[in-house]
């Protein structure tokens, strides 16, 4: 089920206007840094018709065909139950290609386009923020010495009101990019008009003479073309917030114009006046206007910003429900925002890399070296898995559904391979930053799986014990409630409770939290009982990777077992093992050793299922793997 059914709760129009603010702030503030790295940049071209021609070109086609076509028109219908983005995506497609075997490429490949996205939300505050600042040294040469101190002061302080969360402001976020798209579009029509030739640029042979001409050059400027498509994927990430349609009709009606005619304009301009090329951008603007267009460009930036980190923190939440990440601290900012949550440790994670890129980059010229490559390569694998879903699910011919594939490889591997070349000059950074995390990622889920196998096989069966000690021992009144992934045998907890306390509960609940590859589960589906014994029970508790754990809600729901659930009459007993690393076959030592450190740093139970500590009881055990 959709977090925002299509037809919305609210008219079409405010959930346009919620996804102008929050989706389209990255590919929004784009031409701050486009058309300067096409002809300033590592590569710079000659500033005459038939490049600033050609560059136009490839921006619009580029532009239609991976954000129009291939996003909004195809990507947005593999939805999983209305959810989009790389990890909702891979849980579609898994359930799709079914069996562990035959799904492990398709995993591989969705969990590492997860990786990249920290590469990218580095990298997008830091590049955005620092070119809107940049604006300070065409207004004021003098002020180029505080760029840098203002632009770190800026994403201090974003990062620090994030625990607050974006409720308050984020109504606001729509009509400033509103503004903002406006400004861009005005920007581009005056100065289109001084040399409305500018718009024969977007005939495709200016494109395919500019390969002609300067074949090489042509390459190597796909990867300054590619920065007008990063926040392409947010469309689909978002999509469950706002819904298809409102993102489509935005982008159709808004984005895609203003953007055009100021990519247009900035071209008209070069033509005009070369010496504008130092900073296309602001150069638009008339003198008296800059500074005011710095504050807004800024302004632009920090809620680009704001929209990348939000994203974090919900790939950090659904990694953790699917099982590839441990269970961290997540404190949820908005009671009526679905998806507005806030992850501590990622938080501060992501402003000390931020920090470090821009005093080690310390220019946007320098940080466009390294945009990029992390996004493409999330690109790239979306369509591979887009692939698994037009063949398997929506059961196209073959011809049709290579036809559809070879386009969209062929298009994204061009784009990567000339990104490539800026592997050397920084781009390296997100792929470290990716394998660094994929391997997080990975780490965990194959150390959870050997770990499961581990308790499962030194588990008592329940048979036995319900036969031999269950009788044997004092009854005490209440409910104990154990919490366990071992479906079949007794928890660990409760052969340590009976062990050492030599009692059990009048009534005992053996609870197992399922997390489904499904985005939402009904109430009324979540909660699943089994009798084991006269007051003895089994139950299951199924979540979608959306939703928000809440164990003690979920049991009051219930009559099925016995008298009404009473919170402050029951015990929650919590198992936390202690892994030790040992010569058991399954992962290398160097990966078990991560695993073990990953294990002893996760949050409780008690906090990710929202059970109230003054009724919890740990009990720990080791565990060789």
Known sequence: MSTQPESGSGPVLKLMLGAIGVVYGDIGTSPLYVMKESFAGAHPLALDEAHVFGVLSLIFWSVTAIVTVKYLAFMMRADNNGEGGSLALLALVTRIVGGPRRSFLITVLGIFAAALFYGDSMLTPAISVLSAVEGLEFAIPDARHYVIPITLAILTALFLIQSHGTARVGALFGPIM?????????????????????????????????????????????????????????????????????????????????????????????????????????????????????????????????????????????????????????????????????????????????????????????????????????????????????????????????????????????????????????????????????????????????????????????????KSARARLQRVGGTAVFLTHNVDGVPSALLHNCKHNKVLHERVLLLTVRVEEVPHIDVRAQLEVKTLAPDFYRVFLRYGFQDDPDVPEALARSDEFGPTFNIMDTSFFLSRETIIPGDQPGMMLWREHIFSWMARNAATSMDFFQIPPNRVVELGTQVEI
């Open 178 to 466: 509103c503004v903002w798209f406006l400004v861009l579009a005005v920007l581009g029509v005056v100065n289109l008009a001084d040399r409305p030739s500018v718009l024969l640029a977007l005939d495709p042979r200016h494109a395919v003479n500019f390969f002609i001409i300067d074949e090489w050059k042509a390459f190597l400027a796909l990867g300054s073309v590619f920065l007008a498509l990063t926040g392409a994927e947010a469309l689909y990430a978002d999509m469950g917030h706002f819904g298809k349609r409102p993102i489509r009709l935005a982008w159709l009606t808004l984005m895609l114009p203003a953007l055009m005619l100021n990519y247009l304009g900035q071209g008209a301009l070069l033509l005009t006046d070369p010496a504008a090329v130092a900073n296309p951008f602001y150069s638009m603007a008339p003198s008296w206007a800059v500074l005011p267009m710095v504050a807004m460009a800024t302004m632009a930036a920090v809620i680009a910003s704001q929209a990348v980190i939000s994203g974090a923190f919900s790939v950090t939440r659904q990694a953790i429900q699917l099982g590839y990440l441990p269970r961290m601290r997540i404190i949820h900012t908005s009671a009526r925002e679905i998806g507005q949550v806030y992850v501590p440790f990622v938080n501060w994670m992501l402003l000390a890399f931020i920090v470090a890129l821009v005093l080690g980059f310390r220019s946007s010229n320098n940080l466009a070296a390294a945009y990029g490559v992390a996004v493409n390569g999330t690109m790239a694998i979306d369509s591979i898995l887009l692939m698994a879903v037009v063949i398997l699910k929506w059961r196209w011919s073959w011809p049709k559904a290579l036809g559809l594939g070879t386009l969209l490889l062929v298009v994204d591997s061009a784009f990567f391979i000339s990104n490539a070349t800026k592997i050397p000059y920084g781009g390296w950074f997100p792929l470290v930053v990716g394998l660094i995390v994929f391997i997080l990622l990975t780490t965990w889920k194959k150390g959870r799986a050997l770990l499961a196998v581990q308790v499962q096989a030194g588990a008592m069966p329940v048979e036995m014990f319900l």
